[in-house]
């Protein structure tokens, strides 16, 4: 493989820097080499936190370019339009979004409307022919009453669909080594979760997922 390049983006407090970290480490276990680039400025307030990840046999620039995205996972559905550009149908980019909304607090300031899920989807199209919706949010917080590892849920989802040319083992070694060991054990239940809605996946049937 030449290289991959990837976009994840949420807003703070949602693990996007923390999957961003899992998957560099997974990619240089694998043999890749890894750059990556990331604005956290903002995580700690709960403002976008976009992260740039391109790895492959030999990486010179962190950043993904407009229109070159293989893959753009989105914690949060507003915060996917705000990478739709990165993304391309001549590079037949994948969308993978998480439907949990989090209003910024610049709708109600500025009395604006949160954009309906579906016309949020309808300007993705515009630079994919892929865009998936999970509730992500919703299973892991039936599970265990928390949204935080929902980053994780969809980091097993994207390997279990093959959305990242990671191999599992690798990407439990870089779980392994980023995650806290305290909270280990329930991660990798919520990877395995992702995986197994991966594997079950029927997008005639499940209203969750949107592709086109």
Same mark, same amino acid.
């Given at each position: 493989?030449?290289?991959?390049?990837?976009?994840?983006?949420?807003v703070g407090g949602?693990?996007?820097?923390?999957?961003?970290?899992?998957?560099?480490?997974?990619?240089?276990?694998?043999g890749?080499?890894?750059?990556?680039?990331e604005?956290?400025?903002?995580a700690q307030?709960?403002?976008?936190?976009? !992260? /740039?990840?391109?790895?492959?046999?030999?990486i010179?620039?962190?950043?993904?370019?407009?229109?070159?995205? /293989?893959l753009?996972?989105?914690?949060? +559905?507003?915060?996917?339009?705000?990478? !739709?550009? #990165?993304g391309?149908?001549?590079?037949?980019?994948?969308?993978?979004?998480?439907?949990?909304?989090?209003v +910024?607090?610049?709708?109600?300031?500025?009395?604006?409307k949160? +954009?309906?899920?579906?016309?949020?989807?309808?300007?993705?199209? /515009?630079?994919?022919?892929n865009?998936i919706?999970?509730n992500?949010?919703?299973?892991?917080k039936?599970?265990?009453?928390s949204?935080i590892?929902?980053?994780?849920?969809?980091l097993?989802?994207?390997?279990?669909?093959?959305?990242?040319?990671?191999?599992?083992? #690798?990407v439990?070694?870089?779980?392994?080594?980023?995650?806290?060991e305290?909270?280990?054990?329930?991660?990798?239940?919520?990877?395995?979760?992702?995986e197994?809605?991966?594997k079950s #996946?029927?997008e005639?049937?499940?209203?969750?997922s949107?592709?086109?």
């Amino acid at each position: 493989m030449k290289e991959f390049n990837m976009i994840t983006i949420g807003v703070g407090g949602q693990g996007i820097l923390t999957m961003m970290r899992i998957i560099a480490e997974s990619a240089l276990r694998q043999g890749y080499n890894v750059k990556t680039s990331e604005l956290h400025g903002l995580a700690q307030r709960g403002g976008s936190v976009p !992260c /740039h990840i391109r790895f492959g046999k030999k990486i010179y620039s962190p950043l993904v370019m407009e229109g070159e995205a /293989h893959l753009i996972i989105s914690l949060e +559905p507003l915060e996917a339009l705000r990478a !739709c550009y #990165f993304g391309s149908k001549e590079n037949k980019t994948t969308f993978l979004v998480n439907n949990y909304k989090i209003v +910024p607090i610049s709708v109600p300031i500025l009395k604006e409307k949160y +954009p309906p899920l579906k016309k949020i989807v309808e300007n993705l199209k /515009h630079f994919s022919t892929n865009v998936i919706l999970l509730n992500a949010s919703e299973i892991v917080k039936k599970q265990i009453g928390s949204i935080i590892p929902s980053n994780i849920y969809m980091l097993g989802y994207s390997i279990a669909k093959g959305l990242i040319p990671l191999k599992r083992e #690798f990407v439990l070694e870089g779980i392994e080594e980023i995650i806290p060991e305290k909270y280990l054990d329930l991660n990798v239940r919520i990877f395995e979760l992702g995986e197994i809605k991966a594997k079950s #996946f029927d997008e005639d049937e499940d209203q969750i997922s949107l592709s086109y």
